[in-house]
């Protein structure tokens, strides 16, 4: 089993930037897909971005291509998003979860953090 924390969000400026990052105990870290998610109340839960358990795959959500980086650290059970050119539509909490399938759909993922909100000002 995995519990992961997220860290790192807050409040910036458009054109900011923030890194996420998610901490993870218990086994087999380095076994799980990982994923960024973001909800917010007004959009179900939707997938950022999503890395494969050696880091090699990485794919985005369109509107966060070029702006933001998926990468994991294995040695250190622990994962990061990287958000640059931040946007004011960018504001949701967001989430780090994992799971065995290298996937977007969230019902893909076993383990999910508790969210950390990150909050883009104009």
């Known amino acids: 089993q995995v519990q992961l924390a997220e860290s790192g969000g807050g409040l910036v400026q458009a054109g900011g930037s923030l890194r996420l990052s998610c901490a993870a105990s218990g086994s087999g870290f380095g076994h799980y897909a990982m994923g960024w998610f973001r909800q917010t109340l007004r959009k179900q839960r939707e997938v950022v971005a999503y890395i494969s358990w050696s880091g090699d795959f990485t794919n985005y959500a369109d509107s966060v291509k070029g702006r933001f980086t998926i990468s994991r650290d294995n040695a250190k059970n622990a994962a990061y998003l990287q958000m640059n050119s931040l946007k004011p539509e960018d504001t949701a909490v967001y989430y780090c979860?994992?799971?065995?399938?290298?996937?977007?759909?969230?019902?893909?993922?076993?383990?999910w953090g508790q969210g950390t909100q990150v909050t883009i000002s104009s």
């Open positions: 979860a994992s799971g065995p399938i290298y996937s977007p759909r969230p019902s893909d993922y076993d383990y």
